[in-house]
Nanobody, 126 residues
């Protein structure tokens, strides 16, 4: 059963904004959540991560333009994307770590997540 669902992708011009949403419907307590993206011909890369206490980390490519946030107790995370660039075009995936013992770190990697969404397409064109 799908437990992570993203929404909010679309078509925009450079400089415009989009806000992605992700909902985790599982019963486990979430430890941290993150956004990844994958463009055609490229590997999936980490974009942003947020811990239970709100501590967050970003990839250098989006620092200052994207903001990750969360709301409780609905197990929802957002990615506000401002000043979008053509190179931001990708399928964006939400990932969730739940029911874990963990140590905080600044890395955003595939390892360490338990649930993944199906992805939402973001296309930026001029």
């Amino acid at each position: 059963e799908v437990q992570v669902m993203e929404s909010g992708g679309g078509l925009v011009q450079p400089g415009e904004s989009l806000k992605l949403s992700c909902v985790f419907t599982g019963s486990k307590t979430t430890n941290y959540m993150a956004w990844f993206r994958q463009a055609p011909g490229k590997e999936r890369e980490g974009v942003a991560k947020i811990y239970f206490d709100g501590e967050s980390y970003y990839d250098d490519s989006v620092e200052g333009r994207f903001t990750i946030s969360q709301v409780r107790p609905n197990k929802t995370v957002y990615l506000q994307m401002n000043n979008l660039k053509v190179e931001d075009s990708a399928v964006y995936y939400c990932a969730v770590a739940a029911g874990r013992m963990y140590v905080k770190n600044s890395k955003i990697k595939h390892e360490g997540f338990d649930y993944w969404g199906q992805g939402t397409q973001v296309t930026v064109f001029s």
